[in-house]
């Protein structure tokens, strides 16, 4: 019933810009905190940037701020992943989460729901 569906991903060149969408369906994004995770080969999945229900409050973990902008779009039950000047350490598998817990200012779990992940490979 609920199903997540991530796409945007692909090659990129170093230097180049990476969108990655996230649409749902069965659930109101609106609802719910929401964010991106993702996972390098032969590494935990991490946890890269979220946004909150209601304020629009961003999160992101500590090694990529300043580098992703996490947007949120209601109106269109998206979500979306954005950086330029992309480096091939940014090389992983991005997951779409909803459910996303954030305590104490800042990120804590994720949960709830996940897509099925969007392959980015940045090549030197």
């Known amino acids: 019933q609920v199903h997540l569906a991530e796409s945007g991903g692909g090659l990129v060149q170093a230097g180049g810009s990476l969108n990655l969408s996230c649409v749902g369906s069965?659930?109101?994004?609106?609802?719910?905190?929401r964010g991106w995770c993702r996972q390098a080969p032969g590494k935990e999945r991490e946890f890269v940037a979220g946004?909150?229900?209601?304020?629009?409050?961003?999160y992101y973990e500590d090694s990529v701020k300043g580098r992703f902008t996490v947007i949120r779009d209601n109106a269109n039950n998206m979500v979306h992943l954005q950086r330029n000047e992309l480096k091939p350490a940014a090389t992983a598998v991005y997951f779409c989460?909803?459910?996303?817990?954030?305590?104490?200012?800042?990120?804590?779990?994720?949960?709830?729901?996940w897509g099925q992940g969007t392959q980015v490979t940045v090549s030197s």
């Open positions: 989460n909803v459910g996303t817990i954030f305590s104490g200012g800042k990120y804590y779990a994720s949960g709830h729901y």
């Open positions: 946004t909150t229900r209601y304020m629009d409050r961003k």
């Open positions: 069965g659930l109101p994004f609106s609802e719910w905190h």
